[in-house]
Structure formats: C-alpha cells, structure tokens
C-alpha cells in the first residue's frame, strides 16, 4: 500500500510554465471519491474510499488532490512523523501525464514538510517504474536502498528514496 506511484513523470522542458496552471489543495469529499476512482485504474490493491476519508480527519496526513482547468488531475497521500514525511500513494490521471501534476504535488508536499519543521521526505516506489524513478530523480530524491520482494501483483522490489528539505537540527 504505501511509496506508490503511478507511472508519473516529468517533461524537462517548459517545466516551470506546466505547473502554474496547476492548482493544488486539500482533498475534500469529492476529491477522495475520484481518488480512489483513480487509485483502482492505476493500482493492482487499491486504497478504498473509506481509507481516504479516515486520513483526510487526521493532522497528520497530507491529502492533496491537484486540478488543471478545474478537472480532476492527481492526487496524493502522505503521512507526517516527527521529522520525517512518507510520500504513500501518489497517481496522476491519464490524460493529464506529463504536463507537471506530479512535480505540483510533490513540491506541495514539500513545502507542507517545511512548514512542519520536517526534514526528510521517504517514498518506496516499483523498480522497474522508469517514469516515477525519472520524476524522483528530479525532484532531488536520492536513492538510499532496496526492498526485495516489497511489491505484490506483480511481483517487483521497492526501490527507496529520501529528500532532505530541512536543515538538521543540533
């Protein structure tokens, strides 16, 4: 269930320019229905509605969904411990791939991790997803490691990413 995402990725070019149109917030009811709408196109075991509604009430969860010209584009979930944020499901629409809804949510993540005195961001994702590793890559994750076996249907190893974002405290 958790560091997935479905086949993101990022074009270099006019990066900047694809995200301003961009808009992200909190989920809310009919964000989390087409959430999971999305979820069961995207994911082999899907989150269920009722997953989504139970993290949206918690404080610390990050629910994002992301609109481009007001549509449904993506969502993501992440879950805040301490100093520390897993990114745990992250899925952009078909038709809206490529045009910089993953990079928006992540970078929402990211200043929400900030303003939480986070530190690090962690996701897991598939190893042979070239699209979300390219996007990570990025993004400024670093590879840190491997779980073999992490993934079922189909069978995959997880590869595991970090991204520091705030300043170690001493």
């Known amino acids: ?3 997935r995402c479905c086949r993101c990725s990022r074009s270099s070019a006019k990066q900047k320019n694809m995200t301003e149109n961009i808009v992200v917030r909190d989920m809310d009811a009919i964000g989390a229905r087409q959430a999971a709408e999305l979820e069961k196109l995207c994911f082999a ?4 509605l009722e997953e989504y509604e139970k993290a949206r009430s918690r404080d610390d969860f990050s629910c994002l969904c992301a609109y481009l ?4 584009a993506g969502f993501l979930m992440a879950f805040h411990v ?8 992250i899925a952009t629409a078909e038709k809206f791939r490529r045009r910089g809804v993953g990079t928006a949510l992540i970078d929402e993540l990211v200043k929400r991790a900030k303003q939480r005195e986070g530190r690090f961001v962690y996701l897991e994702v598939r190893e042979h997803n070239p699209s979300a590793r390219a996007l990570y890559e990025k993004l400024g994750f670093v590879e840190v490691g491997k779980r073999k076996d992490y993934y079922k249907y189909p069978a995959d190893d997880a590869v595991l990413y970090t991204l520091s974002v705030g300043e170690e405290k001493l």
């Open 1 to 3: 269930l958790y560091g």
């Open 45 to 48: 075991s899907p989150w269920e």
């Open 69 to 72: 010209e007001d549509v449904f």
């Open 82 to 89: 301490l100093d520390e944020c897993h990114l745990l499901d």
